[in-house]
């Protein structure tokens, strides 16, 4: 069933308050959730870094380890080799034994500049464990500290924020899908979020550019929709002067 003009605004108006009470807690909530989300990216990223460095000091201690083999089975050849040189036949015997001595006993300092090298990586590398650690640690106090900000700010918020997009669903189905698609594009571009407005004191309530009498009398009207001809906006009505001052006279004084 076609919806009259009036009903279009008060469903818009509906719409429009809903999502400015949802505007209003995101906006407390400010750039909290973002932040949580990227210490969260940062932390996983650090961790990353770190189970890297303890498998890189795993297999550098593997190496040292195999190093050390090395050398014992070479200490080993020598002292084997050592006792067959004395009971060599001959020269040739005895140079080829010298040689197998001399290729260990390089063999063995091979091994030892290797050791060496790697201890040294693994110092460097301890240091810069330690480093990020302290690096994770603090990221992680930070990361606890606002995520029980935001848990807290949530938790005076999440009832009403549920209830309020449980409403919003509900509102937007009065709504046709034109109309609807307008509201949505002139929301996101409107700073305030403001995509429905009434006139406020002869003023655009969005823009707060004057409204000519006229085209206020046509918005009063409700016959179509009007929309702000400087921002865009849509009018759902011309708010009427306070109430409590039914006087002409002295409106006009305070304004
Ligand atoms: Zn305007």
Do not use: W
Not at 30 to 59: C, H, M, W
Request: net charge negative; glycine share 4%.
């Amino acid at each position: 069933m076609e919806s009259t003009v009036s009903q279009k605004l008060e469903a818009l108006l509906n719409l429009q308050k809903i999502d400015s009470r949802l505007d209003a807690i995101f906006k407390v909530r400010g750039a909290l959730p973002e932040e949580v989300q990227d210490l969260e990216d940062e932390i996983v990223g650090y961790e990353t870094r770190l189970e890297k460095f303890n498998s890189d000091l795993q297999s550098l201690e593997e190496d040292i380890k195999s190093y050390k083999e090395n050398i014992k089975e070479s200490e080993r050849l020598i002292k084997k080799y050592q006792e067959q040189q004395m009971n060599v036949r001959n020269n040739r015997e005895y140079d080829a034994i010298t040689k197998e001595l001399e290729l260990q006993d390089l063999e063995i300092q091979v091994s030892k500049k290797k050791i060496g090298e790697a201890q040294a990586r693994i110092e460097s590398k301890n240091a810069d464990v330690d480093a990020l650690k302290e690096t994770l640690n603090e990221r992680q106090k930070d990361l606890e500290t606002k995520k029980s900000e935001l848990d807290t700010i949530i938790s005076e918020s999440e009832n009403e924020e549920s209830k309020l997009k449980t409403d919003r669903e509900k509102a937007s189905k009065k709504i046709e899908d034109r109309l609807l698609k307008s509201y949505n594009k002139i929301r996101d571009n409107a700073k305030n979020g403001l995509a429905v407005v009434m006139v406020k004191r002869g003023a655009c309530g969005g823009c707060f550019n004057i409204v000519p009498p006229q085209r206020q009398a046509d918005i009063r009207e409700k016959k179509k929709l009007i929309v702000c001809e400087h921002c865009g906006r849509i009018f759902a009505g011309v708010e009427d002067e306070i109430e409590e001052e039914p006087v002409k006279k002295k409106r006009s004084t305070r304004s």
